[in-house]
């Protein structure tokens, strides 16, 4: 097997590239749609709730969904209604901001969540074993790149965040907002997330 490291100096087909990633989305848009399908939803409502089950206090919003999913306000908001109808998500007005509202899962929302990243990683784990070193690490480098070139937000974990201040053994600060951080809010997916090395990100 050739390593990353060793067709560093190649010329990458980008049009390849592209054309893996678009494959690999169908198949895991099939795949998903399959899950949803179970619980007698949309693949669109799935995505929802495994965004919405991993977001932070900052970033859960109807607005933030729709800028990770890259869909319409119009779409979202039909597709809280539905899942709040089935009871899979509270929508709650924000203590601090009446103009903000906050989505939470309830049980419910967070057992199809995990129903559907235990599946998708148990139907991609064997494929994975091929994949070389250091491969994932080059992937999330050409999309950050990628959303610094295109304006975009990253989305990333809070802890990976430059605003993320460690201020002692178990102790972390937001820098954005001064709020103190928990160990669990480092591994949560934050809107306000800004890359430590990207300058201009």
Known sequence: MVSTRDNLDMKPDLLRILDLAERLGQLAQAHLKSVAGASGLQ??????????????????TPQAVAEYLGLTKGTISQSLILLERK??????????????????????????????????????????????DGLLDCLTEMLRRL???????????????????SEGPGQWRCALTG???????GEKICREHKNREVVGA
């Open 147 to 165: 959303q610094a070139q295109e304006g975009r937000r990253s989305f990333g974990l809070c802890r990976t965040c430059r605003h993320h201040l």
């Open 43 to 60: 693949p669109v409502h799935v995505r929802i709730l495994l965004f919405v089950t991993a977001a932070n206090r900052y970033s859960n």
């Open 179 to 185: 709020e103190p951080l928990t160990a669990d809010d």
């Open 87 to 132: 009871g899979l998500i509270l929508r709650e007005g924000d203590a601090r901001d009446r103009r903000l509202v906050r989505l939470r899962p309830t049980a419910a929302g967070e057992e199809v969540a995990r129903c559907a990243r235990e599946a998708g990683a148990e139907r991609w784990k064997r494929p994975a074993e091929a994949l070389p």
